[in-house]
């Protein structure tokens, strides 16, 4: 059974910092790509930042240079480091992975619409 398997999350001020975590298990190949969303209450679900197999890495204009994805070097475990929290980032944080029929991600970037797996969700909640 395939599952996405997230940690970390939690309370912090503004201004703070959080890493959330997310491993892939029982996945028979790693995805051409990984990502990280986030959900609001009463927003859509928007893509925070997405990793590529060829190094490529694209962010969210609300966080570049706040937040920071990794992935190791067996495509298994994504991070997502957040930094200098506001209010507004308050939000259900999600680990996807694309359909498995997928085997190019976009160009364009790491849509909702091509998410295949998604992880329970992990709260993070700023306070001023």
């Known amino acids: 059974q395939v599952n996405l398997m997230e940690s970390g999350g939690g309370s912090v001020q503004v201004g703070g910092s959080l890493r959330l975590s997310c491993a892939a298990f029982?996945?028979?190949?790693?995805?051409?790509?990984m990502g990280w969303f986030r959900e609001a209450p009463g927003q859509a679900r928007e893509g925070v930042a997405a990793i590529y197999t060829n190094g490529r890495i694209d962010y969210a204009d609300s966080v570049k240079g706040r937040f920071i994805i990794s992935q190791d070097s067996a495509g298994v475990v994504i991070n997502l480091e957040i930094t200098r929290l506001t209010p507004e980032d308050t939000a259900m944080y999600y680990c996807?992975?694309?359909?498995?029929?997928?085997?190019?991600?976009?160009?364009?970037?790491?849509?909702?619409?091509?998410?295949?797996?998604w992880g329970q969700g992990a709260q993070v909640t700023v306070s001023s």
């Open positions: 996807a992975r694309p359909t498995s029929s997928l085997r190019r991600c976009r160009g364009s970037g790491f849509p909702v619409s091509d998410v295949g797996f």
């Open positions: 029982g996945f028979p190949y790693r995805p051409p790509c």
